[in-house]
């Protein structure tokens, strides 16, 4: 199956300070990807769609300031979790859907990210 | 709003033994359902993916049954092994896939443990 493969899997970073995380598609090409957020033994929460070339779009709720995201490529989106606080801290998680469409969407292994 | 509900939260079953796993949803239109294995400080793994037209589809040791019309969806495990301890996400589409971005609806999960 297609792969998707995200970068670091885990960051702890200092308060106020700024993390890049990187998806990226090794076997396909995507056109959009989603950047999810997710607590403790709760649900994945969408935060924000990437579109190859364009804004993305951001979820109610989900600081675009904050939470700056780019998809400069159809094989890579970043997120930059920038002055990060300890409220930040999450694990997060990137999926793509293969350009050519069908239904699929794979999922990154994740990152979890520490804020100290 | 489109929900989609799990139970039981949480199982605890014997190596060995089966176990099914149930999903109720609400989306509507519904285009296909899908269930994903998420071990611990991973991202989700795709196991199963259904079409409303579907009733049952098969992966090894996993079955996934859907009944459109009463928007239920199950996941029966057989056999399970030590290695089947993960929560389990039922995860459905709203619409009908174009090539475009359709925002997926997860479901909360079950967390499952196989002991010996």
């Known amino acids: 199956g297609a792969v998707v493969s995200q970068h670091p899997s885990w960051v702890i970073c200092k308060s106020g300070t700024s993390v890049k995380i990187e998806c990226r598609s090794l076997d396909f090409q995507a056109t959009t990807m989603f950047w999810y957020r997710q607590f403790p033994k709760q649900s994945l929460m969408l935060m924000a769609t990437?579109?190859?070339?364009?804004?993305?779009?951001?979820e109610q709720g989900v600081e675009k300031d904050k939470f700056l995201i780019n998809h400069a490529s159809l094989t890579l989106s970043t997120l930059t979790v920038t002055s990060a606080h300890p409220e930040d801290s999450s694990f997060y998680i990137c999926s793509a859907r293969d350009r050519q469409g069908g239904t699929e969407a794979f999922f990154g292994q994740g990152t979890r990210l520490t804020v100290v | 709003k489109n929900q989609v509900e799990q139970s039981p939260q949480s199982l605890i079953i014997l190596e060995g033994k089966n176990c099914t796993l149930q999903?109720?949803?609400?989306?509507?239109?519904?285009?296909?359902l899908r269930w994903y294995k998420q071990d611990t400080g991973r991202g989700p793994v795709s196991l199963t993916i259904?079409?409303?037209?579907?009733n049952t589809k098969s992966n090894g040791r996993y079955t996934a049954t859907l009944d459109a019309d009463t928007k239920q969806s199950s996941l029966h495990i057989t056999a399970s092994q030590l290695s089947d301890s993960a929560s389990y996400i039922c995860?459905?589409?709203?619409?009908?896939?174009?090539?475009?971005?359709?925002?997926?609806?997860f479901g909360t999960g079950t967390r499952l443990q196989v002991t010996l």
């Open positions: 259904m079409t409303f037209s579907e």
């Open positions: 999903c109720n949803y609400t989306v509507s239109p519904f285009s296909n």
């Open positions: 990437s579109n190859e070339g364009s804004k993305a779009t951001y």
């Open positions: 995860v459905v589409s709203p619409t009908v896939n174009t090539g475009t971005a359709s925002k997926l609806t």
